[in-house]
């Protein structure tokens, strides 16, 4: 039973276009989808890890569960926010 990465065929096109070009086609084309995914779930991952997505995050918030109040602008979110962690140290190793 052939697997859909099999790149074996008992038929062969001498010009090189026949089953095994299409199936190395198939192949390189699964397998780059797979890389992109894999890239982008890391590209997310690093970026929620280092806190990038936070001022996005907290707008959606902001607007989701408090229509109507004032949201401050990105670089005041940040000075907030180290300000608080400067208040509250929490676990910092250093």
Not at 1 to 17: C, K
Not at 22 to 29: G, H, L, P, Y
Not at 54 to 83: L, N
Request: glycine fraction near 8%; proline fraction near 6%; aromatic fraction near 10%.
């Amino acid at each position: 039973m052939a697997n859909s990465f099999d790149l074996h065929t008992d038929a062969a096109d001498p010009a090189g276009s026949g089953p095994v070009r299409t199936r190395s086609k198939e192949f390189a084309t699964r397998l780059g989808a797979h890389l992109t995914r894999a890239a982008r779930g890391i590209r997310w991952y690093m970026t929620s890890l280092m806190g990038d997505s936070a001022y996005a995050t907290y707008v959606a918030h902001q607007a989701r569960h408090h229509p109507g109040a004032p949201v401050p602008t990105e670089r005041e979110f940040w000075r907030q926010r180290m300000d608080d962690q400067d208040r509250n140290p929490g676990a910092w190793c250093c």
